[in-house]
């Protein structure tokens, strides 16, 4: 199945790309890392990835793209443990749909809280992340550590990137998950992802990310991300 030694074309500021880095690594792929900036959309770029967007694997002279669905293709061309999705057919529907909320209801208040100037929008996206995150948390397995159990999977995979630079918003924003009870099982859950040996060479210096976020901050990025959250519609 695995022939030919695949590519993943990343860059080092973006979490999405995070998700397949962090896959290859836990699965240990042997893979060679291409930076590219998606940004600049070349023809050779979008020859790549039609939608112009990291990360992108090239495996077998196939393309994939889309980083939920570059995290599981990892692990069906690899097959090898550990497992990202589980094997049992309903936990890894339970990983789905927690991957899906993690797209449709913990990035998007995210960047909302991030990028909007307005103290107001501000305030509403913070409550529903805060929300969000404490219905996440509840989900998960325990003891745990990870989202269903002892080993990082697909749904830790998916929120990761976001929580081990969580420092964007505090340092942006002045925003921290409290430290309740009720959060309790998040940082645990926080601390054992941002720790995990897969997970930890995917973090890059904090002041460059720092200085990396701060047009979202400022509400000026130049991305389909920023311009999504801007006009209100989906993100990319
Ligand atoms: N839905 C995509 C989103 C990927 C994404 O937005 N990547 C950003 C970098 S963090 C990008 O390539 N941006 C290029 C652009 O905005 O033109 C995925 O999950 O792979």
């Excluded at 904090?206 to 993100?235: F, M, Q, W």
Aim: aromatic share 14%.
């Amino acid at each position: 199945m695995a022939e030919s030694k695949p590519k993943l074309y990343c860059a080092w500021f973006c979490p999405f790309a995070h998700r397949a880095w962090i896959s290859m690594l836990a699965k240990g792929v042997d893979f060679d890392y291409i930076e590219q900036d998606p940004y600049n959309k070349s023809a050779e770029w979008l020859a790549i990835n039609p939608r112009g967007l990291i990360p992108v694997i090239r495996h077998n002279n196939k393309l994939i793209y889309e980083s939920h669905v570059c995290i599981e293709y990892i692990d069906e061309a690899w097959p090898n443990e550990p497992r990202l999705l589980p094997k049992d057919p309903y936990q890894r529907a339970k990983a789905r749909i927690w991957g899906d909320f993690v797209s449709k209801k913990l990035i998007p208040p995210y960047y909302r809280f991030l990028l909007k100037q307005s103290p107001e929008v501000q305030n509403e996206a913070k409550e529903q992340f805060l929300a969000n995150v404490l219905e996440f948390t509840q989900a998960m397995d325990q003891p745990g550590p990870f989202f269903q159990g002892k080993e990082l999977g697909y749904v830790d995979i998916m929120f990761a990137p976001w929580a081990y630079r969580i420092y964007i918003l505090e340092h942006y924003r002045g925003f921290k998950i409290p430290e309740t009870d009720e959060y309790r099982r998040y940082h645990v859950w926080a601390e054992a992802v941002k720790n995990h040996p897969s997970v930890k060479p995917v973090q890059q210096d904090k002041d460059r990310v720092l200085a990396d976020a701060k047009p979202y901050a400022e509400g000026n990025a130049k991305s389909e991300l920023a311009d999504a959250v801007r006009k209100g519609s989906t993100i990319p």
